[in-house]
């Protein structure tokens, strides 16, 4: 069973062959140099766009005519754990992507024929009254759960090590639009009703631990075995400290009194950023919405970012639950 990735950041499921991020190229060795060659054409790109004079414009006498270079153009003499250097490439990677495809223009939902208390979302995503009522009752209840019990008791774990902390909790709580969205979808597509198509999102509660890279792997096994002790059961754990896509580890516990589903990130500093810089490529391959060369650019992409990201000692060796074999079975 797959972990959704957070943020809605979330990690890619078990792999799949018929899930665009999944699909190996028949040629890998194309693959590998259309990394390099992303970098090169999207360097070019920028230095045409940078040295391409307006109009009529002409050069001012001691003016830089020369464009600038794109950030590490000098990188291959720079050490490849210098994270700093590589997180400021990747962004300007993203924003070149972006030029080749530009975000979809998406027209505003038309809600001129909805019925009264009904919700109604993007890609004509629609709750009826009656379900929409529920959904609104759930999230209620949810909201009660994290505000009353499980955030208190994150936090008490928190407070049991100074060495780490975590990052994000004010916005722990999945938005509602987006838990709609997610129940309209798993009523339409499996036929749940929708207290099951909630029951099935397993993150409208979320955290992330951060942690020092030398305290990694001794502090998620201490924060595992207290979060055990709060009474929380483990029901997912799954490392992805070896995928070349994401790095980090996802968990799902359930609160027993009330049978809550909520989620646990475990990360370094850099492999939560590394996250947040990958997401959007993650969410865009997600939709299916990329044809099969933009699929390589993004994967290409997160593969990057993912490589520079240093493995903590020992952090491999943290076992998947229920375990799992290196070969992902």
């Not at 038309?110 to 019925?115: F, G």
């Not at 009752?137 to 928190?158: F, G, Q």
């Not at 838990?179 to 929708?194: C, H, Y």
Request: charged share 35%.
């Amino acid at each position: 069973m797959g972990i959704d990735r957070p943020h809605d950041a979330d990690v890619p499921p078990d792999k799949d062959p018929n899930h665009p991020a999944d699909r190996v190229p028949a040629e890998p060795r194309f693959r590998q140099e259309y990394d390099v060659d992303l970098r090169a054409a999207a360097m070019q790109k920028r230095t045409e766009s940078a040295g391409r004079p307006e109009p009529g414009a002409r050069s001012k006498p001691g003016e830089q005519t020369e464009p600038a270079a794109p950030p590490k153009a000098r990188e291959q003499a720079q050490p490849a754990s210098n994270w700093e250097e590589t997180a400021e490439l990747s962004r300007w990677m993203w924003t070149e992507y972006k030029r080749r495809w530009p975000p979809e223009e998406r027209p505003p939902v038309d809600r001129s024929k909805d019925l009264p208390g009904s919700w109604h979302g993007e890609g004509d995503r629609v709750l009826k009254p009656a379900d929409n009522e529920q959904v609104e009752t759930a999230c209620d209840r949810i909201a009660d759960r994290e505000e009353k019990t499980i955030s208190p008791a994150l936090r008490a774990i928190e407070s049991q090590d100074p060495d780490r902390r975590l990052v994000g909790i004010e916005n722990c709580r999945k938005g509602r639009d987006r838990i709609k969205e997610k129940v309209a979808k798993s009523m339409a597509e499996k036929g749940l009703d929708p207290e099951g198509a909630i029951s099935r999102v397993p993150d409208t509660i979320r955290y992330t631990f951060q942690y020092d890279e030398a305290r990694y792997t001794r502090g998620v096994r201490e924060d595992i075995s207290r979060m055990r002790e709060q009474g929380f059961e483990l029901d997912i754990c799954k490392n992805s400290w070896l995928s070349d896509q994401y790095k980090g580890i996802n968990s799902q516990w359930i609160e027993p009194d009330t049978g809550q589903r909520f989620e646990v990130q475990f990360h370094t500093r850099i492999s939560f950023e590394a996250k947040q810089i990958t997401h959007p490529a993650y969410e865009r391959l997600r939709a299916l919405k990329a044809d099969k060369f933009e699929e390589l650019v993004l994967e290409a992409f997160q593969k990057k970012v993912t490589a520079e990201v240093p493995v903590p000692p020992g952090a491999a060796d943290i076992a998947d639950y229920p375990e799992r074999g290196r070969d992902g079975r």
